[in-house]
Antibody
């Protein structure tokens, strides 16, 4: 059974930093393309960024609002995905979900198949 | 970026009703449209991918159709567990944007 478990959420002041983790199990993590999707309180879903598998150079892509502030990384030896968030702003307050992308290669017919339970990040003074 | 819109933003329906939600893309996305269901406090759950392909384990009362810019999600006979918010998402081009959601609640 695929499991994704996020951790590391919490309260942080504007301008601060936080690192989220996502522990993956039940699938071959090293082959997976992994994404972060967020949801502000009472709002819709917003794609944050993606990291491809190492066999695809581990390339990362980011949404415009977070580019230059957020960094996605992975540790395939530990089956872990990370989201390093710097220079946090109040508008970054959201539940952050890690998701798998299927298929794990460039395709217009991809979708977010498995989701974690989410980690709440609150940016407030 | 491709903009996604959904209508209605919310609807009230009864158990057993047939419900249709529409999603429109700001440009043609062929069939590359996915649908997710989200219940309060839970992660989204994939229902339909590539406009009309039913994800494994999803009840057959859910169906999707459309191509180009106009898509729809239909729930044939609404069940109590179907009261939720539904999101469309285009996978045609980067970034892969979501619609604003349609909340289905009990009449």
């Amino acid at each position: 059974e695929v499991q994704l478990v996020e951790s590391g959420g919490g309260l942080v002041k504007p301008g601060g930093s936080l690192r989220l983790s996502c522990a993956a199990s039940g699938f071959t993590f090293s082959n997976a393309w992994m994404n972060w999707v967020r949801q502000a309180p009472g709002k819709g879903l917003e794609w944050v960024g993606r990291v491809k598998s190492k066999s695809d150079a581990g390339t990362t892509d980011y949404a415009v609002p977070v580019k230059g502030r957020f960094t996605i990384s992975r540790d395939d030896s530990e089956n872990m995905l990370y989201l390093q968030m710097n220079s946090l702003q109040t508008e970054d307050t959201a539940v952050y979900y890690c998701t798998t992308e299927t298929p794990p290669y460039s395709s217009p017919s991809s979708y977010f198949q498995h989701w974690g339970q989410g980690a709440l990040v609150t940016v407030s003074s | 970026d491709i903009q996604m819109t959904q209508s209605p933003s919310s609807l009230s329906a009864s158990v057993g009703d047939r419900v249709t939600i529409t999603c429109r893309a700001s440009q043609s996305i062929s069939i590359y449209l996915n649908w997710y269901q989200q219940k309060p406090g839970k992660a989204p759950n994939l229902l339909i991918y590539a406009a009309s392909s039913l994800q494994s384990g999803v009840p057959s009362r859910f169906s999707g159709s459309g191509s180009g810019t106009d898509f729809s999600l239909t729930i044939r006979s609404l069940q109590p567990e179907d009261f939720a918010t539904y999101y469309c998402q285009q996978s045609y081009s980067f970034p892969k944007t979501f619609g604003p959601g349609t909340k289905v609640d009990i009449k």
